[in-house]
């Protein structure tokens, strides 16, 4: 019973609250209008990414169906070959590319901000603009289908088949550009959240106190940084062959198949680890609430997550065992396959063991996990089978493979995302969604899906390759495709019912309490749904359950009882922790609304549509607008007025007594521009991989009797850039004396070593006797000098552009923070090209036969 | 003997990139050997050819490695004082003692059809 | 009944040779221990999810580490290592193993868009039809004119592609008279799905006759090299 006294305070409280969320809103929030296009906050960015996942998946669904529709029957006359190849190269393609990954890293993106108890993440206009370039790339590669020109040769575009003598046309075009272009906003978004993870968490939230599905989603982000690099190499490389005529896979003139199908693999297995591991951390999740008690083995969980995000890529020759790999190499890739299967069945186990110590009770969410559990389970049990390799040589490429991945990708993804999307519906509208309807999708998609797919296992068995758009009677295939085919329309019905129950819901859902399901992660303690700025305040906290310890702590928050309750200087701030221990270090200045990211996503595309298209010149002018906006981007950038604020006070302030980020010597952008080049660093040594297996094994290789590429050039370009780097290093250590003068002469010092070394490797191209067409080791070789001198050329930019930085008064003793992160790609730079020199030039002279 | 770095966040990481790192070894130093010699020349002795014991000696090694580093680390972890640290060390301590386990483990695992088939076939 | 439905001439479970046969009795065995492990594994959660009175922290303990030793690493780790110990072998069959007793015929399967070149010694070229005999060996020897292919007749053993640029060796028996239906099944094309040929295990006696016979014709056309 409150007394008059206590309901007065109760009341002002609540008006107080009121008051700091509108402050908060008139930094944090979207423009109206319009203007929503170049919003940059996490929540809209991430339900932009859900919906465009879900629109994809729909039509890659469509695409399933006439799959079904032309199997159904033997000789069927539904679809003729052409039509049917373009459909399953485009079911597979969208749902990998354009549903899979970018949807489980919206909702991660929409998550984790609020799991960790921070505002935004950390890089908010990369995420807008990462947006674009998966909508916009999404929407090219699709708009092949209306043009009759869809990919045809099989997600996996194997070469030859893919090459332009057997993909005339531009279809293997889309998907070589459409999906690299696609490819930008996954690896943005994985740079992202992995820094996100690692400096934005909430005081107090060390390693050991994290969610689980922060460690999956950091494992699977760092999965994403070392394993799309590959594809990325091969595509680029396809796409020279196919357009320019250099030589890489053609085994006439040096290159080999096998390179293609070895660097598109060392993504291909990752991917599918990184498709399940947010899908894990979703069920990690989920499951303890339900259970309601903590997780059982959370660091059994974290190392088998960590595990698997290594092991994973130590398997991807078990998709090659039917390409004539030794079969002792074999071995050893199908003893890796099946070890892959002991973490994940640590996870499995955990979760049981979860539930059955505990007091589980049944909601529309542990349907799904249900489901999750007996297909992923049963997919994974088929993974281990076709880890055998005798095995494998009868079921590769048949249906037994189909049905096993349709097992484990939508029993051990979609299964768990749907779970996820009805656990968290109440935070995306604030209220709770249907039990009875929920169970009538959730049985029509479980019966369908598993009529479709488990006889398949069976056709496989019986003969049935896969990518075949018809087949003969007489096989024992007839029914087995009938039933397949049947089921396969309830699996859609199904799916529809869960769509329209979602959609429902927003209208007839009943209002959603705070924390309806009495969760224990940050992400219940926002209001439903959640305000642009997620936090009044940022709390501390001390264990893994901080709902569960304190279940006022949403109020407290929402008082201003926590860091960071005075939004000063009309900027958008979130605090910096340690990644180890997350005791605060520094407080984050986050930029605001921009249209940087939609007008360089425009830009892009239409770089994108004129390489498709053939248009070489107004594509080189295009990419060089596009540079001049990204330079201008990073320009906005640190220590810039648009993001700290104009005048001295909002320079020096100190909220939570802490420094501004860019007055520090770390921040976010240090740890982005390290795993950057951690994936630059995937990419280049894939290509120095391929290098030295088409040394080894291509069936036609001709080294030329000399090097092409001279005795001085490579020594003398690393040279200056060790001196250009050395050159930064005196920068650095000037600063951290805080030291201002001599910055800027020894910044130009260093553009100048940039610039003669881009002089030395653009002159060596020039000057070089290669003939990219007409042999793979000149193609490969010119492709690198053409790396190193992108390289070289941009480490000149950046150290000029730090230069007058300086000379603005951007970057000095006050503002020490932005050359240690250039310095970082002076460092790769300068490594990348020893490392060319040792691998191009050296080894070769020392191992010539 | 007491591994200093046991509580080093980057330990997360050490053992599962050195089986990495002999993966790469084996599989690459095996596709180069195979380049150079004779199908028939390594027939004869089996798994008993050159290749396949300096791989199955590498093998051992690291595995042998990988062990120690794992009981180095719960060594060190056994000997971290709960409050002093905050917990966030003697968990890393842990987690880094089971990573490299399954590190020793992967490698011994992986490694093991050496002994099982001829190389080069 | 259920067995009737392995049978077809493109069936792997309705083997004619040592190599199907072997990797068939693997994939029995490897079914029965998935469908006992799936089991268990769905029993599990559903007890998992009946209601219970809540356990004390040491029986909670004892109850976690059971699961997560037991079941997360015993159970995976003997099923794989058991798995890999006595499943491999079933692939020796199948592998150009140098050395042996005499040298097995060598017969060229070369791939194009979208048919099967079979060359025997001698000339002999077949199309879309393999002749196999009964209870020898044979090195099948895979190229390709154009892209990538693959080599397989279900009934004889597993697959191996047709790569450009390279000769893959693949050795293949057939015990049982009769003839098997061999489908490429590596994705080339438009035609792929109709890229099928007729695999023929003939007696030993009768092949070598028709060989001749076939031998002693090429040589006549001018077609030996």
């Known amino acids: 019973m409150s007394t008059s006294t206590g309901n007065a305070a109760t009341l002002s409280q609540e008006r107080e609250a009121q008051a700091l969320h509108e402050r908060l809103e008139r930094i944090w929030r979207n423009p109206r209008g319009w203007g929503a296009l170049a919003a940059v906050n996490h929540s809209t960015i991430a339900l932009r990414f859900l919906v465009t996942g879900g629109v994809f998946f729909l039509i890659a669904g469509v695409l399933a169906m006439l799959l ?46 609020k799991m960790l108890g921070a505002r935004d993440l950390v890089f908010p206009r990369l995420s807008a603009f990462g947006y674009w370039c998966y909508l916009f790339g999404g929407l ?176 991807w020759v078990h998709h090659m065992f039917t390409l004539g790999i030794p079969a002792l190499a074999q071995a050893f890739f199908s003893a890796a396959s099946m070890l892959v299967g002991i973490p994940t069945g640590v996870q499995l186990f955990a979760w049981i063991a979860t539930l059955w110590t505990g007091r589980p009770v049944w909601r529309a969410p542990m349907l799904w996990i249900g489901a999750f559990l007996s297909v992923f389970v049963a997919g994974g049990l088929t993974g281990v089978m076709l880890a055998l390799v005798p095995f494998n040589w009868q079921v590769h490429d048949t249906h037994f493979v189909v049905a096993h991945f349709h097992y484990v990708l939508v029993g051990g993804m979609l299964f768990p995302l749907l779970a996820g999307i009805y656990y968290w519906l109440p935070h995306f509208s604030g209220r709770m969604p249907s039990e009875r309807l929920s169970k009538i999708g959730f049985w029509l998609t479980f019966v369908g899906f598993n009529g479709t797919f488990l006889v398949m296992h069976w056709t496989g068995l019986l003969g049935m390759p896969r990518r075949v758009y018809t087949y003969d009677t007489g096989l024992g295939w007839d029914l087995p495709n009938l039933v397949s085919s049947v089921f396969s329309f309830l699996m859609a019905f199904g799916i529809a019912t869960v769509l329209l129950d979602i959609a429902l819901h927003f209208r007839f859902g009943r209002k959603a309490p705070t924390n309806p399901w009495e969760a224990d992660t940050l992400e219940w303690a926002t209001r439903l749904p959640p305000a642009s700025h997620n936090f009044a305040s940022q709390p501390a906290i001390a264990t893994r359950h901080p709902l569960w310890d304190d279940a006022a702590l949403p109020q407290s928050i929402a008082q201003g009882h926590h860091a960071l309750a005075e ?26 609304n921009s249209w940087l990211p939609l007008v360089a996503g425009l830009l892009l595309s239409a770089l994108c549509l004129m390489l498709l298209t053939k248009l070489y010149l107004p594509a080189l002018a295009m ?23 104009s005048g001295d006070d909002a320079r020096h302030a100190r909220p939570a007594g802490l420094k501004l980020h860019p007055f520090t010597f770390d921040g976010p952008g240090l740890w982005g521009m390290g795993l950057t080049m951690m994936a630059d660093g995937a990419l280049y040594g894939s290509l120095v991989f391929g290098w030295f297996f088409l040394w080894t094994v291509a069936p036609q290789w001709q080294p030329p009797a000399v090097s092409p590429l001279g005795v001085w050039a490579l020594p003398t370009t690393v040279l200056m850039l060790g001196l250009g780097r050395w050159l930064f290093r005196r920068v650095q250590l000037r600063l951290r004396a805080g030291l201002d003068r001599q910055l800027a002469p020894l910044l130009w010092s260093a553009a100048l070593c940039g610039l003669l070394a881009s002089a030395l490797l653009a002159g060596l191209i020039a000057t070089a006797p290669l003939a990219p067409t007409r042999s793979a080791h000149d193609a490969m070789i010119a492709f690198a000098l053409c790396f190193l001198l992108f390289h070289a050329g941009l480490a000149t930019v950046l150290a000029a552009l730090q230069a007058t930085r300086v000379q603005r008064g951007h970057v000095g003793a006050h503002a020490p923070y932005e050359p240690g992160v ?28 | ?32 050997a195979c380049s150079t010699a004779s199908a028939d020349a390594t027939a004869q002795r089996g798994v008993f050819s050159g290749i396949s014991l300096l791989l199955a000696g590498l093998t051992l090694a690291t595995t042998a490695g990988l062990a120690w580093a794992a009981f180095a680390c719960a060594r060190a972890a056994s000997r971290i004082d709960h409050a002093a640290e905050g917990g966030v060390g003697l968990f890393i301590a842990r987690c880094a003692a089971a990573l490299h386990g399954v590190a020793a483990i992967s490698t011994l695992f992986v490694g093991f059809p050496l002994l099982l088939l001829w190389p080069c076939i | 009944m259920l067995l009737a439905g392995c049978k077809g001439s493109q069936s792997m479970l309705d083997p004619a040779g040592p190599s199907a046969s072997a990797i068939a009795a693997v994939w029995w065995w490897m079914f029965a221990v998935a469908l006992m492990v799936l089991a268990g594994v769905v029993l599990a959660w559903f007890l998992a999810m009946r209601p219970r009175a809540p356990l004390d922290e040491r029986s909670a303990r004892r109850v976690e580490r059971r699961w997560l030793v037991g079941g997360g690493l015993v159970l995976p780790t003997v099923s794989v290592t058991a798995l890999l110990v006595f499943g491999s072998p079933a692939g020796f069959h199948q592998l150009p193993l140098p050395g042996g007793a005499a040298a097995p015929l060598r017969i060229e399967a070369i791939g194009h868009q979208w048919w099967w070149e079979i060359r025997y010694p001698d000339g002999v070229v077949l199309r879309d039809e393999l002749r196999l005999p009964a209870g020898r060996p044979v090195d099948i020897q895979t190229k390709s004119s154009d892209v990538i292919h693959s ?37 080339c094309g438009t035609g792929h799905a109709h890229m099928t040929m007729m695999a023929h295990v003939v007696p030993a006696e009768a092949f070598d006759a028709w060989l001749r016979a076939q031998s002693g014709t090429a040589a006549e056309e001018g077609k030996v090299p």
């Open chain 1, 68 to 113: 079904r529709a032309q199997l159904a029957l033997p000789n069927h006359a539904f679809m003729g070959a052409e039509a049917y190849n373009q459909a399953f190269t485009m079911h597979g393609t969208m749902m990998m590319f354009l549903f899979a990954v970018p949807i489980l890293q919206g909702l991660a993106a929409y998550l984790l901000p």
């Open chain 1, 140 to 315: 090219i590669f699709t708009s092949s289908l209306l043009f009759g020109l869809a990919p045809n040769a099989g997600w996996f575009m194997y070469t030859p088949l893919s090459s332009n003598v057997y993909s005339p046309g531009i279809n293997a075009d889309f998907w070589l550009l459409g999906i690299t272009f696609v490819e930008i906003s996954t690896m943005a978004a994985a740079i992202e959240i992995a820094v996100s993870i690692l400096r934005t968490r909430a005081p107090g939230m060390a390693l050991h106190q994290m969610p689980v599905f922060a460690w999956a989603m950091l494992v699977t982000s760092m999965m994403i940084v070392l394993g799309f690099p590959p594809l990325i190499l091969g595509s680029m490389l396809l796409e020279l062959e196919r357009a320019a005529g250099w030589v890489f896979f053609d085994p006439t003139r040096g290159g080999d198949p096998l390179l293609w199908a070895h660097l598109f693999w060392l993504f291909g297995h990752p991917e599918v680890y990184i498709v399940f591991l947010p899908a894990a951390g979703v069920v990690s999740t989920i499951v303890p609430v339900f259970a309601r008690r903590s997780l059982v083995g959370y660091r059994w969980v974290v190392v088998s997550l960590i595990s698997i995000g290594f092991i994973s890529f130590g398997l």
């Open chain 1, 567 to 592: 939004p000063g200087h009309e900027r958008r701030e979130t605090l910096g922790t340690d990644p180890v221990s997350a005791h605060a270090r520094e407080v984050i200045l986050l930029p605001s």
């Open chain 1, 623 to 645: 990419g060089g607008i596009a540079a001049v906006v990204l330079l201008r981007w990073s320009w906005v950038n640190g220590a810039h007025p648009s993001v700290v604020g």
């Open chain 1, 822 to 849: 250039v310095a970082v790609f002076w460092s790769f730079t300068l490594g990348a090209t020893g490392v060319g020199w040792v691998a191009f030039a050296f080894v070769p002279l020392a191992f010539a036969r």
């Open chain 2, 1 to 32: 003997m007491r591994l200093p770095y046991a509580t080093h966040p980057l330990q997360l990481l050490a053992g599962l990139s050195v089986w990495a790192l002999w993966f790469v070894v084996v599989y690459g130093g095996l596709s180069v």
């Open chain 3, 151 to 187: 080599f397989w007749v279900p009934a004889l053993g597993g697959k191996l592609d047709a790569v450009p640029g390279r000769t893959l060796t693949v050795r293949l028996q057939g015990d049982r008279i009769g003839s098997y239906r061999g489908q490429c099944a590596e994705f």
